[in-house]
Each structure stands twice: as structure tokens, then as C-alpha cells.
């Protein structure tokens, strides 16, 4: 049974940094599409918006993330990151791991399983 358990949302000041983890169970990392979306604060589930998709081939990042955060995998410990830099205040939101792809591409409506969420603060 696919399983994702997120890992590493506080609350920081912008600029800072944060790591957040998406342990995963009941399928591969190494050989599987993953991402993270955001839920921004008063939004709906229908309007979660994707971060990072990474597949096989490539990875497609959302352009207002881009050069601050990276997505990486450690495959023996079957587990995703998100590296986030140079956090801005629109940057906050709960941040969810993604999985079960119907098609690799940054989009909530492609998503077949979700992780509970991470909760990401920034303040000015």
C-alpha cells in the first residue's frame, strides 16, 4: 500500500532555509514520478498548486521557485526532499508530497496519492 509521510515544515524568517522529507512506502522512489504541491492559507484542495514534478527523465519546477529550491531523492532510504532557499512570505503554505502519477506533469489534477502535509511559515 503506497504510503507518504512529509517531514520538515516550521516557521522561519524569509531568507532562510528549510528541508522538508517525504518518506515513502508500498513503491520505489528511485523508479517512480513524485513532486510537491502547496495549499496557500483560506485555499481550496482543488487549488493546490504544483512545486516540482520529477520523473524519470526530467523535472519541472514552477517559475517562482526556481534557482531557490531543488528536488532530490535518496533511494536507499526510499525518500524525497525539497530543498527550499531564500524563502519569501508567499512561500507559506502546507506543502504536500505527491505520488501515483497519472502523468508526470505539475499538475494536482494528475495526482493519485497524497501525503497528510507540512505546514511552511515565512514571516518578513
Known amino acids: 500500500q503506497v504510503h507518504l509521510e512529509e517531514s520538515g515544515g516550521a516557521s522561519v524568517q524569509a531568507g532562510g532555509s528549510l528541508r522538508l522529507s517525504c518518506a515513502a512506502s508500498?513503491?520505489?522512489?528511485?523508479?517512480?514520478?513524485m513532486g510537491w504541491f502547496r495549499q496557500a492559507p483560506g485555499a481550496s484542495g482543488k487549488e493546490r498548486e504544483g512545486?516540482?514534478?520529477?520523473?524519470?527523465?526530467?523535472?519541472t519546477y514552477t517559475d517562482s521557485v526556481k534557482g531557490r529550491f531543488t528536488v532530490s531523492r535518496e533511494n536507499a532510504q526510499n525518500t524525497l526532499y525539497l530543498e527550499m532557499n531564500n524563502l519569501r512570505p508567499e512561500d507559506t503554505a502546507v506543502y504536500y508530497c505527491?505520488?501515483?502519477?497519472?502523468?508526470?506533469?505539475?499538475?494536482?489534477?494528475?495526482?493519485?496519492?497524497w501525503g497528510q502535509g507540512t505546514q511552511v511559515t515565512v514571516s518578513s
Open positions: 505527491a505520488a501515483d502519477f497519472r502523468l508526470c506533469l505539475l499538475g494536482a489534477e494528475y495526482v493519485g496519492k
Open positions: 508500498g513503491f520505489a522512489v528511485s523508479s517512480s514520478c
Open positions: 512545486v516540482v514534478v520529477s520523473g524519470r527523465l526530467s523535472t
